[in-house]
């Protein structure tokens, strides 16, 4: 299928939304309590989505949407759209990779906050197209290397991130999400080679 990834616009809110609860219902299937998943309305994710496209600072801040058709010619959303990632400055300290000092400044660290694919368009490069032009933003935002959080036992997620260079760093948090306790683990991306490749 072909796929085109852009920066998200405010009207994208909807279909966001839409794409965003189909993700979770069937991504974290098993993972997070199943009347959680069920309770999912994209009408409930719309404000959030509003607000967080209307923020938006490219290529700093932003969402990246990728836009496509499934064989067939169906897209899966009336607007085609079929995925997104949404990144930004890190919301965490990381630490330096090798180092055991002091953690690096946020602003040097940028961060994937949130990446999904229409169920419907998983396995159709969607996900690799959006995480590409993620961290060509991310260099040009002037950062040296992201980090993103992943649930701990989404193994999908996990070989997904791996497949584009990821590695996991050994950092965890806890969180609660639906009542039950969750453990992320933390993964990083040098993006020092990206920056290099964009110099004159």
Not at 1 to 16: F, K, N, P
Not at 64 to 91: C, H, S
Request: charged share 25%; proline share 6%; with cysteine.
């Amino acid at each position: 299928m072909g796929v085109c990834v852009r920066w998200g616009r405010v009207e994208d809110a909807q279909a966001l939304a839409a794409v965003h609860v189909r993700a979770w219902q069937e991504g974290y299937a098993g993972l997070l309590p199943q009347d959680l998943l069920d309770g999912l309305r994209p009408q409930d994710r719309l404000p959030r989505w509003t607000s967080t496209l209307s923020a938006a600072d490219p290529p700093r801040s932003g969402t990246l949407v990728a836009e496509g058709e499934l064989p067939g010619g169906v897209g899966t959303t009336g607007e085609g759209l079929v995925g997104f990632l949404q990144l930004g400055p890190a919301r965490d300290p990381v630490e330096p990779a090798g180092s055991s000092g002091a953690a690096a400044p946020v602003e040097s660290v940028g961060e994937v906050m949130s990446c999904y694919v229409d169920p419907a368009a998983w396995h159709h490069g969607v996900g690799r197209a959006l995480m590409t032009a993620a961290l060509e933003a991310l260099a040009e935002a002037g950062h040296d290397r992201a980090s993103l959080w992943v649930l701990e036992g989404n193994d999908r997620a996990i070989a997904f991130y791996r497949r584009t260079g990821w590695v996991l760093d050994g950092t965890r948090k806890g969180d609660v999400v639906g009542g039950r306790d969750i453990t992320d683990l933390g993964m990083r991306y040098g993006l020092a080679r990206r920056r290099e490749d964009r110099r004159p």
